[in-house]
């Protein structure tokens, strides 16, 4: 379980196939010791396992299945990511729950800079149009987030420079991928009202 509130980052140096997934090697100032390995770790908030570290870098195990729904399928060397380590009991929640189970991405439609605000324009798959509701939380490459306003399987979101400074969306161009993770209450409630 994690929170979507950043305070890390760091770049891919590698993503390597295995037999059975891909290992994504990290550089990253990520405070972290021996009693992490095997931990989970949110990066660009799907749930990774470290398996290794070596100083500063950092070693994650990606399933198959995880890497055809995510955007590390795309992600390249040197790209930005966003890190959070899992929540632990006394946390602040200072963001909202998030899993670190990605449902889907989506695709940057627009970015607009407007003074130190960001307001971007994202698309999703129709089949998600129901987990859209304003004012509700998503979480964007691990960033817990609120969308501003919901239409059909596009969203509105208005980042803070706060936000910006601390995490990759600083780095979002349009046409980018994103992964999401809808809200968790949405998510079941939305099942509950579907049977």
Excluded: R
Aim: charged share 20%.
């Amino acid at each position: 379980m994690f929170t979507g509130i950043i305070k890390n980052t760091g770049k891919v140096v590698s993503i390597s196939k295995q037999n059975k997934g891909f290992v994504l090697e990290i550089f990253s100032n990520l405070p972290h010791s021996k009693k992490d390995i095997g931990t989970s770790i949110a990066v660009n908030g799907a749930c990774l396992t470290l398996t290794k570290f070596s100083k500063k870098k950092l070693f994650f195990f990606i399933s198959y299945k995880t890497f055809e729904i995510t955007n590390f399928k795309i992600i390249k060397k040197n790209s930005i990511v966003n890190i959070e380590k899992s929540l632990k009991y006394g946390d602040e929640i200072a963001g909202h729950f998030v899993q670190g189970h990605v449902d889907c991405v989506g695709k940057v439609l627009s970015v607009s800079k407007l003074s130190k605000t960001w307001t971007i324009n994202i698309l999703v798959n129709s089949k998600f149009s129901n987990l859209l509701i304003d004012k509700g939380s998503i979480c964007i490459n691990g960033v817990s987030l609120t969308i501003v306003k919901a239409v059909k399987n596009k969203f509105t979101l208005v980042i803070i420079p706060h936000t910006l400074k601390m995490t990759n969306i600083i780095n979002l161009n349009k046409h980018d991928v994103v992964n999401i993770e809808f809200d968790i209450v949405i998510k079941y409630l939305s099942k509950i009202s579907n049977k």
